[in-house]
């Protein structure tokens, strides 16, 4: 049982990194440091928008508008971290 909430916590975790990649990635292209006619970066920044805008897109949608600035990952990223903490510290000793 504990490698189940092992593993659900490190794909999390991952989940985590990947939203972070993800901001870091659009800030760089938004201020011309990387440039996506790069097919590397391209490919990068397509897989993390892939793999993160599923989950980003509904919280989009409920947050209000706050001009240029996109709080929805930082949003993601405390309910992942909510998810953790409920996840290792409550649910797993009382199952186990």
Same mark, same amino acid.
Request: aromatic share 14%; glycine share 4%.
């Given at each position: *049982? @504990?490698?189940?909430?092992?593993?659900?916590?490190?794909?999390? %975790?991952? +989940?985590?990194? !990947?939203?972070?990649?993800?901001?870091?990635?659009?800030?760089?292209? #938004? =201020? /011309? &440091?990387?440039?996506? #006619? /790069?097919?590397?970066? @391209?490919? &990068? %920044?397509?897989?993390? @928008?892939?793999?993160?805008?599923?989950? !980003?897109?509904?919280?989009?949608? =409920?947050?209000? #508008?706050?001009?240029? *600035?996109?709080? #929805? $990952? *930082?949003?993601?990223?405390?309910? !992942? +971290?909510?998810?953790? &903490? !409920?996840?290792?510290?409550?649910?797993? $000793?009382?199952?186990?």
């Amino acid at each position: *049982m @504990y490698a189940i909430f092992w593993l659900i916590d490190t794909v999390l %975790g991952l +989940y985590i990194t !990947l939203v972070i990649i993800q901001v870091v990635l659009s800030w760089l292209v #938004s =201020f /011309n &440091v990387v440039n996506t #006619s /790069n097919r590397f970066v @391209y490919l &990068v %920044g397509d897989l993390l @928008y892939r793999l993160t805008e599923p989950v !980003l897109k509904p919280i989009r949608r =409920f947050l209000p #508008s706050f001009g240029g *600035m996109d709080l #929805s $990952p *930082m949003v993601l990223i405390l309910v !992942l +971290y909510f998810l953790r &903490v !409920l996840l290792i510290r409550d649910l797993a $000793p009382r199952l186990l």
